[in-house]
């Protein structure tokens, strides 16, 4: 089976409790433990950013082997809080020296569960309507991130895209992103980072063909979504 979930915000290494952030998050280690039963080894679990709090890999070793020991294999991606992104040949580097095996990184790549492409990037921002020059240039780039992921895709029936940002939120279209994912066939959207209050703003639905779906941890209740 093919599960999804972002933002565990682990910290094993760091002093950034998430119960801070509201009682949801009180004690949400032992809550993925739970939330992650579901998941056998042989099944893939894409994980849409903000892994962990730590500032490096080296502040996010605990952090990582408690991803790695979850069950089956971890596809990840970047999202806003992942600081210790440096490229992904590092993280690869880093998790060989380490002895980490169930993780691998989707960077301008995919990657397939049975017949089915895995396809993403982070994302960024939805653009409000005078975007400044900086936010424009960061989105053009994801979008040509995605766009490479889903070329990567080649003729696969089914593409699946995993975002950390979403691509709608209130009033806001993240458009390009989504003129992408339309000339790709993509049906399917998933999300995270959206947190808290937050959430009431979150799209979750169909639109212009494609379904969108939130999967932070905490709108999960921390247990993994199935996919396929």
């Not at 301008?108 to 089915?116: D, G, K, V």
Request: proline letters at 4%; aromatic letters at 12%.
């Amino acid at each position: 089976m093919l599960f999804t979930i972002g933002d565990l915000h682990l910290s094993f290494e760091t002093d950034k409790p998430m119960d801070v952030f509201g009682p949801e998050w009180d004690d949400h280690i032992t809550k993925l433990l739970r939330g992650f039963e579901t998941v056998g080894a042989e099944d893939t679990t894409v994980i849409c950013g903000d892994l962990t709090w730590g500032m490096d890999l080296a502040g996010c070793l605990e952090d990582f082997k408690f991803i790695d020991g979850l069950p089956g294999r971890k596809i990840i991606l970047k999202g806003n809080h992942d600081y210790w992104w440096s490229t992904a040949s590092a993280a690869k580097k880093f998790f060989g020296e380490n002895n980490i095996n169930s993780i691998e990184i989707l960077n301008n790549n995919c990657f397939f569960y049975e017949n089915t492409a895995i396809c993403g990037t982070r994302g960024w921002l939805c653009p409000n309507e005078n975007p400044a020059p900086h936010d424009k240039k960061i989105m053009d780039r994801e979008i040509g991130r995605l766009e490479a992921s889903l070329k990567c895709a080649g003729d696969a029936e089914r593409k699946i895209v995993f975002l950390h940002y979403p691509p709608i939120f209130g009033k806001f279209y993240a458009a390009g992103m989504i003129d992408v994912m339309e000339r790709y066939g993509v049906h399917e959207c998933y999300y995270g980072h959206i947190h808290g209050s937050g959430r009431q703003l979150a799209f979750e639905g169909a639109d212009r063909g494609i379904s969108y779906k939130l999967i932070s941890a905490d709108h999960l209740r921390f247990k993994p979504l199935r996919v396929v």
